[in-house]
């Protein structure tokens, strides 16, 4: 099997290369379950997305694609949640770092010159994880919420009915 790699590439750097995919590939399941079990917690009303659409984000290559997506749907259900529950927290909460997230992953693709790549890759990770974190502080608010006043409540329907 190994006769067939370029004289350059070592089985050591063959096998690095595969341990750091797996542990690509493990980063983006557990960033998927976050974004999974944020929109268990949402109402289905309120969702933009099934909760099971959040695994395509650990597709590789279609999560080119499938950011965006996810970015976008997500805001929008989690914009919806807060609005029933009458929540403050910023308008289109986790948006703008998610579309930095996005766009730093895709740019990474592209056929740019070495410098360039890196520079968006290391910029990449810090949105990724910035992204990441910001997701999970709406999931541990919205937690906090359902705790306090149950799945079902909605602040619009108990006003109606005072």
Known sequence: MFEMLPERVTEEMLYAALIAGAIRILVWIAFAYTIYSTLKLIKKENQNILPSQAWFVALPLFNIFWNFEVVRRLTDSLNNEF???????DDRPTQKWGMWFAWTFLISFLP?????????????????????VKVHEHKVLLKMHITQFGKDYNAHKNEDED
């Open 112 to 132: 740019l010159p070495m410098f360039i790549i890196i520079v968006v890759s290391v910029l990449h990770l810090v949105y990724f994880i910035t992204y990441w």
């Open 83 to 89: 609005y029933d529950r009458q929540v403050e927290v």
